[in-house]
């Protein structure tokens, strides 16, 4: 099973600044098979990325994904008050897919 | 406007017996693979089980093989989960979740329901 480990696990930042969250595999991911998801309190996660770097549909393109093998990276290039939410990664080139544990992305 | 609506979620004993529904609207729904994620209070999303779009298939997570059962009525736009011999650990928001893909399932999920909580306690 790959195990995902999302850092930081809380991460500070003001409107306006540029949000760079990490997903770390325990093996490498085949094809880049790695989504992200933003998810609020109370509501169902919205996917973000899928394929490392692929923009889901609607999704604003202040929100990209880069990175391959072991290594994952979204970045939010500019916070806007709504993207302040639980981010979370996941694999799905292995069985069992796997998510990461979350970044919590909170207002300073 | 794609739409999932769980329902069918409640307070159970340990040992008892759940069926959560899923009611689809807004897409072709017997053209696409169908899972169930569920995320235990507090915790991280953890994927459970899902469905070829005619059925056919059917893949589980170990953890709930032999008690759980995914299934399916395309006319009715629905999607089952039932629970057996349920545990505390269970307990979790229970997401009804699309996978994108028309052919292979892709194993990520574009769109998702509300979700519906399953407690299981004595």
């Known amino acids: 099973e790959i195990v995902l480990t999302q850092s930081p696990a809380t991460l500070s930042l003001s409107p306006g600044e540029r949000a760079t969250l990490s997903c770390g595999a325990s093996q490498s991911v085949s094809s880049s098979y790695l989504a992200w998801y933003q998810q609020k309190p109370g509501l169902a996660p919205r996917l973000l990325i899928y394929?490392?770097?692929s923009r889901a549909t609607g999704i604003p393109d202040r929100f990209s994904g880069s990175g391959s093998g072991t290594d994952f990276t979204l970045t939010i290039s500019r916070l806007e008050p709504e993207d302040f939410a639980v981010y979370y990664c996941q694999q799905y080139g292995s069985s069992p897919i796997t998510f990461g544990q979350g970044t919590r992305l909170e207002i300073k | 406007e794609v739409q999932l609506v769980e329902s069918g979620g409640g307070l159970v004993q340990p040992g008892g017996s759940l069926r959560l529904s899923c009611a689809a609207s807004g897409f072709t729904f017997s053209s696409y693979w169908m899972s169930w994620v569920r995320q235990a209070p507090g915790k991280g999303l953890e994927w459970v089980a899902n469905i070829k779009q005619d059925g056919s298939e059917k893949y589980y997570v170990d953890s709930v093989k032999g008690r759980f059962t995914i299934s399916r009525d395309n006319a009715k736009n629905s999607l089952y989960l039932q629970m057996n011999s349920l545990r505390a650990e269970d307990t979790a928001v229970y997401y009804c979740a699309r996978d994108p893909s028309l052919i292979a399932a892709q194993y990520y999920f574009d769109y998702w329901g509300q979700g519906t909580l399953v407690t299981v306690s004595s």
């Open positions: 394929d490392a770097s």
